[in-house]
């Protein structure tokens, strides 16, 4: 969905609905505002549910200063257009109180975003600005400020944060990166150290090898592909609900013939991913038109070498990933129901995924269905797309299970003749 052809109030009432619903901001906090291309500013009112809002709701604030709507503008306009006429790049801006942001705020620190390569290339240059009333043009200033000195993210002191964007969707972006990596770095803290990369290492990660792929036009679309792409469509919607993958981040396959499959398209939004997007790969060549995810290089490797594997995921679930970023290892041996899907779960170097595809790929084997990539991602395979999707969940569930367990006490995982057992019952290898 490309929000560029959508009018700016409809666009406002998507994104408060976004973030409302995913619990980024409460019913009278945050808002949202939009520099139309003829220097109108259309942004969120001030005072009103934002779990139920409409179009006609959003306030147009023209460019003489009058303003049109219904209701009053959010009493923190005076910082956005402050933030535009400081900054002719930016064309949106995003204000809303996450409680991990907030909890940054109140202790005047800034996540790490080095915990995780997503994190510190999608959120940019992040200030913190000084305490200020909200509403005032005190705040408004202090905000500006740092916006004029570079930063594309301000965290408010003792107040929540502050994105500017050359679209909504941008910002939009920036901001649940941020939030996912302030998520994370809480949750690491609890099991263990956080740990960041280099500059130079997260430069690893960004090859542009799913560009490099010849191309073909298909000639019929089959009854098997239109469903195995409705199908990916609906697990991808569901992964992105339950926040196991972010807007763009995160790739699906699933075979179809052989060794051809299809993937989720790069830099497309998880949420509203619609079946004519997902890639077709044939033969190893990319379906005409369409740019497959990044991690493409794996998923050819995994299919080529385990004819048993019908589908990969890979993703960014934040309780999996707080053993990513430390470490602490994901121990699937402390829940019965979890061994049986998630088996062992070894952690593989940084960027080994793009840098390494085909020893990476020798890592599953039926009883390694999931791998774990320091400071990255993790990768889980099944026999088909829906019991590749239910091992991610379990590991997700059982993760966050386990960070619980580790604010309670002392953790206590099953015996070796409890796993012997367990292998017996559900004829496991």
């Known amino acids: 969905m490309n929000l560029n052809f959508i009018h700016p109030a409809d666009q406002l009432v998507m994104m408060m609905n976004r973030i409302y619903s995913y619990g980024m901001t409460t019913t009278s906090g945050g808002n949202l505002s939009i520099l139309d291309e003829n220097g109108d500013v259309w942004i969120t009112p001030g005072s009103i549910d934002k779990g139920s809002l409409t179009r006609k709701d959003m306030v147009c604030i023209k460019k003489d200063g009058t303003m049109e709507g219904i209701h009053k503008p959010s009493s923190e306009y005076p910082f956005h257009l402050k933030i535009y006429e400081t900054r002719s790049d930016i064309k949106a801006v995003l204000h809303a109180h996450p409680p991990a942001l907030v ?247 940084f960027a080994s995924f793009y840098q390494k595809p085909e020893e990476t790929a020798r890592a599953f084997n039926e009883s390694t269905p999931i791998v774990i990539v320091n400071n990255d991602c993790v990768a889980v395979t099944g026999n088909s797309l829906l019991n590749a999707f239910d091992r991610l969940e379990v590991a997700e569930y059982s993760a966050k299970a386990l960070v619980f367990a580790k604010n309670l006490g002392q953790m206590v995982a099953i015996n070796e003749d409890q796993i012997a057992e367990i292998k017996d019952a559900f004829h496991l290898k």
């Open 103 to 349: 909890a940054f705020s109140i202790v005047r620190q800034i996540p790490n975003t080095k915990l995780i390569p997503n994190a510190f290339v999608g959120c940019g240059k992040i200030a913190m600005a000084e305490y200020g009333l909200p509403g005032s043009k005190d705040l408004g200033d202090k905000i500006a400020r740092e916006f004029e000195k570079g930063c594309d993210i301000a965290v408010l002191e003792n107040h929540g944060v502050v994105v500017g964007s050359t679209g909504l969707f941008e910002a939009f972006k920036a901001f649940e990166n941020l939030d996912f990596c302030a998520r994370l770095q809480i949750d690491a803290s609890i099991i263990g150290t956080p740990g960041s990369l280099k500059e130079e290492e997260i430069r690893l990660k960004y090859t542009k090898d799913h560009f490099n792929l010849e191309e073909f036009t298909p000639e019929v679309i089959t009854s098997q592909e239109k469903e195995a792409r409705t199908e990916l469509c609906k697990l991808v919607h569901r992964a992105y609900d339950q926040k196991l993958v972010n807007a763009t981040q995160g790739s699906f396959s699933r075979r179809m013939e052989g060794n051809d499959f299809l993937i989720t398209p790069y830099n497309v939004d998880r949420k509203y991913l619609e079946v004519e997007e997902p890639v077709s790969i044939r033969d190893g060549r990319r379906e005409a038109g369409k740019v497959p995810s990044r991690s493409i290089r794996l998923h050819q490797e995994i299919y080529r070498k385990h004819p048993e594997i019908n589908a990969v995921i890979i993703a960014h679930p934040p309780n999996i990933m707080a053993y990513a970023v430390t470490d602490e290892e994901l121990d699937s041996k402390s829940i019965p129901e979890s061994y049986i899907l998630m088996r062992d779960i070894p952690k593989l170097e």
